[in-house]
Nanobody, 123 residues
Framework: VQLQASGGGLVQAGGSLRLSCAAS????????MAWFRQAPGKEREFVAH???????TYADSVEGRFTISRDNAKNTVYLQMNSLKPEGTAVYYC??????????????????WGQGTQVTVSS
């Protein structure tokens, strides 16, 4: 599975961005998908997850501001980010978890990763 993330950029605090992640493969509908992020000098951390049945979970730090969604017809997962904060500055990665599924919040569960897209939030 190949993943291509896009949509990052520079935004002011309080602004919005939408990230996209396009996936290859004919069984995208069976992938659990997630977004992680890695800020400078920090470890990569879980942001959001959407199951193949479209159940969603979020990190506490983004709950209520970020929305993960998927379009199986387009083999694409999205991350709508609203009310962005400077601490949201990071490289954002999408990831795919193929069956058998693992812990949705654990990086080791994921089989494929995108190349990352930079999000910079200015104060």
């Amino acid at each position: 599975v190949q993943l291509q993330a896009s949509g990052g950029g520079l935004v002011q605090a309080g602004g919005s961005l939408r990230l996209s992640c396009a996936a290859s493969g004919r069984t995208f509908g069976l992938y659990n998908m997630a977004w992680f992020r890695q800020a400078p000098g920090k470890e990569r951390e879980f942001v959001a997850h959407i199951s193949w049945r479209s159940y969603t979970t979020y990190a506490d730090s983004v709950e209520g501001r970020f929305t993960i969604s998927r379009d199986n017809a387009k083999n694409t997962v999205y991350l709508q980010m609203n009310s962005l904060k400077p601490e949201g500055t990071a490289v954002y990665y999408c990831a795919a978890d193929l069956p058998p599924y693992g812990n949705s919040r654990s990086q080791v569960a994921y089989d494929s990763w995108g190349q990352g897209t930079q999000v910079t939030v200015s104060s």
